[in-house]
């Protein structure tokens, strides 16, 4: 069953049992978009095209499920106009920076406040974004949906900040001065490989001021062996025929940066860059991770090749014959991505 004959039925059965005294409980979470899906007035195949159009050209997830909700019968809300007398009750997973509830899933039991209709008609009306899309499209984009009648009961019950602080407490039994530097890291994530490759080369004593460039308040103590969590989502930009993820090129523009600067000093170290549903992008990796003996000006040509190439997968498929890359298998849960960063300096 497709993802859209699956949601008329689930419309179908809200509909027939919508009583006062029935109660609809909705489990929420990333991935939702793709599995809750009513195209309005469009096929799905438009739709698609459309996301695939904005996907490659940088947007991220927040501008993806705006232009989702405008495009679909039961996004933004609008799932709740299928119900009129019973209690809706969500329990919700957030894969977004900040917890945004109304693009979790694109949001179909969050109703659209004045700020979130003028967030979203800011991002949907943006020519960064229109000039991709053909006039049907976007003669869509200007429909606006009635108020929903039921007020739902919206629950976050778990985020990054939920595996951040898991992390923090492992680290911290391994003898780590263990430390969460943000929770909502974002950006291209070809520069942000090279902001950790830059934090990695930043002598201990400026490692404050380098942190600054990921979260402006950080002052935590550091000691001779520290664990630096990040968390976000980051973006990337399509620029070959390869095949990757986010996280797979934040891992691969860090080494390609270090290891095109091989005479900084580096302490020993771990980066590791990874989605917690253990897929990153359209691929079977979560993502990957490096340390000192990854290190190496040879493979710098190489490296920059495969990142041209937008093919993070198949560099870290066939570097060191995979040992880098890594492969959990889907976990069922995503809370967007992780970064750890290890650093162990001489005593």
Excluded at 155 to 176: D, H, N, R, V
């Amino acid at each position: 069953m497709d993802s859209v004959t699956a949601t008329q039925r689930a419309l179908e059965i809200l509909y027939k049992n919508d009583a006062v005294d029935t109660v609809f409980l909705f489990l929420i979470s990333g991935g939702g978009s793709a599995l809750f899906c009513a195209p309005d007035g469009i096929t799905l195949e438009e739709k698609l095209s459309t996301i695939k159009a904005l996907t490659e050209n940088g947007a991220d997830i927040r501008v993806l499920n705006a232009f989702r909700q405008k495009l679909s019968t039961v996004k933004g809300g609008k799932t709740l106009n299928y119900i009129t007398k019973g209690e809706v009750i969500a329990l919700i997973i957030s894969d977004l920076v900040s917890n945004q509830i109304q693009f979790i899933a694109s949001g179909p039991t969050i109703p659209q406040t004045k700020t979130m209709l003028e967030m979203s008609e800011a991002l949907t009306t943006s020519p960064k974004w229109t000039a991709l899309l053909p006039e049907k499209i976007l003669a869509k984009l200007k429909v606006n949906p009635p108020s929903p009648k039921v007020k739902p009961h919206n629950i976050i019950i778990a985020s990054i900040t939920t595996a951040l602080s898991a992390l923090q407490e492992f680290f911290t039994s391994k003898g780590y001065h263990a430390h969460v530097v943000t929770s909502t890291l974002v950006g291209n994530a070809t520069q942000r490989g090279k902001d950790f490759a830059e934090l990695l080369m930043t002598p201990k004593e400026n490692l404050h001021e380098a942190l600054h460039k990921f979260a402006g308040d950080f002052n935590a103590k550091l000691g001779d062996k520290v664990a630096l969590l990040f968390g976000g989502e980051t973006t990337v930009v399509i620029h070959g025929k390869g095949k990757g993820g986010r996280s797979q090129e934040m891992a691969l523009s860090c080494l390609t940066t270090l290891s095109s600067s091989p005479a900084k000093p580096l302490p020993k170290f771990l980066f590791l860059a990874a989605g917690t549903d253990g897929q990153d992008g359209p691929t079977d990796a979560a993502g990957a991770y490096i340390t000192n003996s990854d290190v190496n000006s040879d493979i710098v040509t190489r490296c920059t090749d495969y990142l041209k190439d937008s093919n993070s997968y198949e560099f870290w498929s066939t570097y060191n014959n995979g040992t880098n890359h890594i492969k959990p298998g889907p976990t069922g849960t995503n809370v967007m991505d992780v970064q750890i960063v290890l650093l162990e300096y001489a005593q």
